[in-house]
């Protein structure tokens, strides 16, 4: 059973720093390609973060690019998204996304990032 179980939001101020966790299970996270999206209200889910499955090379949204860092731990199965400097148009629910080398797309459930005063 394919798991990915997102954690680390939460209401931070603007300006403040947040960092989402994401561990999977079920499939090789060591071979697959992992990312980030966001959702606002209202909004279509949007791609924010990518890295390979070595975590050669990353990508970035360009209105996160310089704020936030995507990261992975293969020996843990767990990919980090490091959020600094969050202004309140980041605030959304964030979801972890994993897609294998067949493939197969995989979804956490979310988190809920708040940034507000």
């Known amino acids: 059973q394919v798991q990915l179980v997102e954690s680390g939001g939460g209401l931070v101020q603007p300006g403040g720093s947040l960092r989402l966790s994401c561990t999977a299970s079920?499939?090789?996270?060591?071979?697959?390609?992992m990312r980030w999206y966001r959702q606002a209200p209202g909004k279509e889910r949007d791609l924010v973060a990518s890295?390979?499955?070595?975590?050669?090379?990353?990508d970035y949204a360009d209105s996160v690019k310089g704020r936030f860092t995507i990261s992975r731990d293969n020996t843990k199965n767990t990919v980090y998204l490091q959020m600094n400097s969050l202004k309140p148009e980041d605030t959304a629910v964030y979801y972890c996304?994993?897609?294998?080398?067949?493939?197969?797309?995989?979804w956490g459930q979310g988190t809920q990032v708040t940034v507000s005063s």
């Open positions: 079920g499939f090789t996270f060591r071979t697959a390609a």
């Open positions: 890295i390979t499955s070595a975590g050669g090379s990353t």
């Open positions: 996304n994993g897609v294998s080398l067949w493939g197969n797309n995989y």
